[in-house]
């Protein structure tokens, strides 16, 4: 087994995983410590190290709220368990599982970015572990980076020390050079630098829509798979902050925090800069470098200013649902003329008003904007026949409790770490979790999810999303076509959110 590679900083040696037949290399530094002098700069290299780096342990988390502390927060429960795991500013490095047992194999590489609204998260998550995608023939790769006010900051300051370059969008920045490293030194891993796929789930999966339409970033992945990243969906991917509106923010934090000039705020203990900006009040998050992201991500796809590359984009069906927040047909017919305006009437008509039953009205009404978003860009992408883009939906029983398919339960079934969780899985969802893992690394083998199941039996066909069949995989208790999916009012949300976007 490959248990030592000669990265070019050094060599690294892991450790056998659970199956002794993978390596798993742990807290590999790919950047300097964004500490001290670079805190708040794009991510520098890092300085080679003498002898062996024992890979054996996850590095420190991002500065970030401690986990496993709110009771009523469902993350703390599923995950978020462990108050006491190691938290640092010092957090750029990145975790390989492999099966290679040469350098020389050129396996597929698929590389994670966490989700956590860019204010949380991290690689350690025990759902993560990339044990089980590595045993289907991938070399598997999940890259921290920075968050909250340490990833997503900008200020005059910090613009005018970078005139040329990145001025804010460090977290971003951050995954680029994870990637990147990756390019440089997989093929040590027994990977090939030339068979990318990167994919993450919300705001990872926000990240990941943010690569595929940066120029910064063309050329150096081949796939990408987006889960609840929203798509199209209004708030999710339109409406970053211009730089000089972010700007003006970060002068008004640095008001907060009662400094005056950037060297100032690089001499303030990393705790008491987040505790102030937690105080502050500002969700810190994506901004319109002019770098990075060089304008909207559903603004550069309608004009084709994107890699174009195959995709898996999909959602969880209990995730972000609008219901029309009403008592009576009256409350509904005007939130309805309210949201939609001149195609109110056709909203009304598909939510069945004449049955009076405003319960049930309220249910028709209901809308998954993830969802909604996720078809937009497939019904444009139908249309341009731009690339080849597979839908689906998740929403399978999920025991324990009455949450359904919340948002992020998919994560233990594409990782296919049932075994992990809390939750009285059974048969069935290990066989759902086993197919799903299947489908992601048959992706990013060769662009296509479909294939053969452990026993050798084809699974249920996969089929892109296209003009002549808007074909949506729902992951239920099996994975088949939906026969519901899109409906009627899925189909009037397009309709009606494209014509805002001034769309044909």
């Known amino acids: 087994m490959l248990r030592r590679a000669v990265t070019e900083n050094g060599i690294v040696e892991g450790l056998p995983a659970s199956d002794p037949r993978i ?3 742990k807290g590999i530094p790919f950047a300097a410590p964004p500490v001290g002098e670079l805190r708040w700069k794009p991510p520098q290299p890092c300085k080679d190290w003498k002898g062996v780096l024992k890979a054996y342990t996850f590095a420190p988390i991002s500065i970030q709220a401690t986990p496993g502390l709110d009771p009523n927060n469902i993350y ?11 938290m640092s500013e010092d957090c750029l490095y990145l975790n390989i599982w492999t099966p290679a047992k040469h350098p020389d194999e050129k396996l597929p590489v698929m590389i994670w970015f966490f989700g956590g609204g860019l204010q949380v998260g991290y690689t350690s998550e025990m759902e993560f572990d990339g044990e089980r995608i590595a045993r289907r023939g991938i070399v598997f790769v999940s890259v921290n980076y920075r968050l909250n006010v340490f990833g997503f900051f900008a200020h005059p300051q910090i613009s005018e020390e970078n ?6 969008n460090f977290g971003l920045l951050d995954q680029l050079a994870g990637i990147e490293w990756v390019r440089r030194n997989i093929s040590a ?9 990167i994919f993450g789930q919300s705001a990872g999966g926000g990240c990941v829509t943010a690569h595929i339409t940066s120029p910064v970033s063309k050329g150096l992945f081949q796939r990408a ?3 609840s990243g929203g798509g199209f969906a209004p708030r999710f991917n339109q409406g970053y902050p211009d730089l000089s509106e972010a700007e003006k923010i970060g002068e008004e934090f640095f008001k907060f925090l009662g400094v005056k000039s950037l060297d100032e705020a690089r001499r303030i203990d990393a705790r008491i800069i987040f505790e102030k900006s937690e105080e502050f009040g500002h969700r810190w998050g994506f901004v319109k470098d002019g770098f990075y992201i060089v304008d909207d991500p559903v603004k550069l796809i309608i004009k084709d200013n994107w890699h174009k590359i195959p995709l898996i984009i999909g959602h969880t069906a209990n995730e972000f649902v609008e219901e029309p927040n009403v008592e009576t047909i009256e409350e509904f017919k005007e939130y309805a003329y309210k949201r939609f305006g001149e195609d109110a009437e056709e909203y009304i008509r598909l939510c069945n008003v004449d049955n009076n039953d405003i319960v049930q009205i309220r249910k028709k009404g209901a809308i998954n904007m993830f969802e909604i978003g996720n078809l937009m860009w497939c019904e444009h992408n139908a249309k341009t026949k731009d690339t080849t ?8 029983e999920i025991p324990g409790d009455d949450a359904g398919s919340f948002h992020s339960s998919e994560l233990w079934f ?3 770490t049932l075994a992990k969780c809390w939750r009285p899985f059974v048969g069935k969802h290990y066989d759902l979790a086993r197919q799903m893992c299947n489908y992601w690394t048959n992706f990013a083998k060769k662009g296509d999810p479909n294939g053969n199941d452990a026993d050798g039996t084809p699974m249920p066909e996969w089929r892109p999303y296209t003009e002549e069949e808007a074909f949506v995989m729902l992951f239920g208790d099996k994975p088949c076509k939906d026969p519901n999916r899109p409906t009627e009012l899925m189909k009037f949300m397009v309709r009606h959110l494209f014509k805002k976007l001034k769309i044909d």
Do not use: L, M
């Open 225 to 227: 798979i987006i889960q």
């Open 163 to 168: 005139k040329n370059g990145p001025k804010a």
């Open 76 to 86: 703390t429960k599923e995950w978020h368990v462990d108050p006491d795991i190691p």
């Open 389 to 396: 883009i597979y839908c689906y939906c998740f929403d399978p």
């Open 23 to 25: 390596t798993v290399f």
């Open 189 to 197: 891993f027994g990977g090939d630098p030339n068979n990318i796929t």
């Open 414 to 416: 594409v990782f296919e």
